[in-house]
């Protein structure tokens, strides 16, 4: 660890920086009245006009994350509610640039309060399409930040990120924000570091700074005492990260000769369009959820089938862990999922499938089409009982007899379960039947330790190398071992080499990790001694 920094915060994308401040803002106070509110009407819609165009541009360029975060925030702006109580105050006498900033004020406010991640994390978006319409209403054009900048601000929009050349180096310091944001997500897969939740950042545009994003800090360099042992971290964060490539392209094998599986986490299916599929054994989790939650609605059967098949193509043979959707908890789906007082114990997982037969059916038909161009396997989210997983089965049993009389190509995978309700991690001989088991560490440990995953009060009780969570995970490898039943891990913590030492522990030898930690995760195993299994 480095010296305290000056002013700290939360890491929110790891690495270091050292260059001028520049500081976000958005000279936005230059509006001329048009006069009239026609004039002003007319005003407001023009630069909505030319802030769906803009986007759309951006769209036609952007592939994965950021394109659907473009799309979200083309559909805000074409969106009539979102504009209505501008228009309204405009009627009312209020010029265009005040009313607009007003609306979206109000609008932003409301997602910033609510309890959940991700609708906090798009009001950055909604913030983002505030400014878009206020720079064409003003004419102001945002001054861009010298090369090497530290951005600070009290957060950054996601446009504004993407505008941004990184390619000096650079990074973002955020007096609020949030690591689950777009921004966040988008730092992380482009390696800008990235510190949220600092407070106040002195307004010093142009003044040397020092960013620590591996633990949280911000300082002046002038002010700060440890700038030599700044760099060395910064130059040790650089080795370490340029060492562990030198482990992508190896399999991962313990320095005593035991050999580990490692696969990757999918998310979205553009995330394959950065990996190399020789540096892993295959994808252990493909999120679904990411095809449910746009605001076109929920997905046809035609999208999903050419989502599922893009992985399945790209993985070449090796297996493709498909998960049927996990919405509900921190995942709402509008059209979808339900409102509840308690949703990590509620409707979520293979629950609410099983409750909308006629929304899973679609995903069901989907998979077993797309399974005829590569190796799946199907994953039940949220098991809690073996009546589950067996009416699941025959939910797919069903839908492939009716594709097989129809005679439409189709495969019926190999179907396994998560282990991550503590019921099926103490008795797991009774999920017997299921194909496979991949334990789910991060739900785990928030049901073991009744500490929720998105709650930083209780974070410190939220962590899955309790001896608690470690033996019921060493409970189920011995189960899985016995029987034969194959066992993976896809959990946030196979892919963090503070975890992966005790995971080996207790007998994974499968590890599923998020892309952007391959390299690190096979580095941490190639330094461990477990003795052989
Ligand atoms: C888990 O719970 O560990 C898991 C991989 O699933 P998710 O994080 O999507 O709930
Ligand atoms: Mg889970």
Not at 229 to 251: H, M, N, T, V, W
């Amino acid at each position: 660890m480095s010296a305290p920094l000056s002013l700290t915060g939360t890491p929110a994308s790891p690495g270091y920086a050292e260059g001028p401040l520049f500081a976000l803002g958005t000279a936005l106070n230059r509006y001329e009245p048009k006069g009239s509110p026609d004039g002003e009407r007319a005003a407001l819609l023009t630069a909505l006009d030319g802030a769906s165009e803009a986007l759309a541009l951006l769209i036609a360029d952007a592939v994965g994350e950021a394109a659907e975060m473009l799309e979200f925030q083309l559909a805000m702006v074409e969106d009539d509610a979102l504009r209505a109580p501008a228009l309204a105050a405009i009627d009312a006498g209020a010029n265009a640039a005040t009313a607009w900033q007003a609306a979206l004020g109000e609008e932003i406010a409301g997602y910033e309060a609510s309890e959940d991640d991700y609708f906090r994390a798009r009001a950055a978006d909604l913030a983002d399409i505030r400014d878009r319409v206020l720079r064409d209403l003003t004419g102001s054009n945002q001054e861009a930040s010298p090369p090497g900048a530290i951005l600070t601000g009290d957060d950054i929009t996601p446009s504004r990120f993407l505008q941004t050349d990184w390619t000096s180096g650079g990074g973002v310091a955020l007096a609020g924000g949030s690591s689950a944001s777009h921004v966040a997500m988008l730092a992380r897969a482009r390696g800008v570091p990235m510190v949220v939740g600092l407070g106040p950042v002195p307004a010093a545009s142009g003044r040397t700074a020092l960013l620590d994003a591996e633990h949280g800090g911000l300082a002046l360099s002038a002010d700060f005492p440890g700038v030599e042992a700044f760099r060395r971290a910064a130059a040790a964060f650089r080795s370490r990260r340029a060492g562990a490539d030198a482990y992508l392209r190896k399999p991962a094998v313990t320095a005593d000769g035991v050999s580990i599986r490692v696969q990757v986490n999918v998310a979205d299916p553009s995330d394959v369009d950065t990996i190399d599929i020789a540096s892993c054994d295959g994808v252990g989790l493909m999120r679904t959820e990411f095809l449910f939650g746009k605001p076109s609605g929920l997905p046809d059967e035609e999208t999903q089938y050419g989502a599922y098949r893009k992985v399945l193509e790209w993985a070449g043979g090796k297996p493709v862990t498909i998960r049927t959707v996990d919405a509900g908890g921190d995942k709402p789906v509008p059209g979808f999922t339900v409102e509840e007082g308690n949703p990590f114990l509620g409707l979520r997982g293979i629950r609410l499938s099983l409750a909308r037969p006629d929304i899973f059916r679609v995903q069901i038909r989907a998979i077993l089409r797309a399974a005829v161009h590569g190796n799946a396997k199907v994953m039940f989210p949220m098991v809690a009982v073996p009546a589950e997983y067996a009416e699941a089965a025959v939910l797919f049993a069903d839908e492939a007899a009716k594709l097989a009389a129809t005679g439409v190509p189709h495969l019926l995978p190999p179907l396994g379960i998560m282990v991550e309700v503590p019921s099926v991690a103490v008795a797991p001989e009774l999920f017997a039947d299921a194909a496979f088991f991949s334990i789910g560490s991060n739900d785990l440990t928030q049901y073991v330790m009744a500490a929720a995953r998105d709650n930083g009060r209780v974070a410190s009780l939220n962590v899955v190398t309790n001896p608690a969570v470690l033996r019921l995970m060493s409970g189920v490898a011995a189960f899985a071992e016995r029987s034969g039943i194959a066992l993976s891990l896809c959990g946030d913590a196979g892919g963090d080499p503070a975890s992966i030492p005790a995971l080996l522990a207790a007998g994974l030898r499968d590890l599923s990790v998020v892309p952007a930690q391959l390299a690190t995760a096979k580095a941490s195993i190639a330094g461990l001694t477990i003795g052989s299994a």
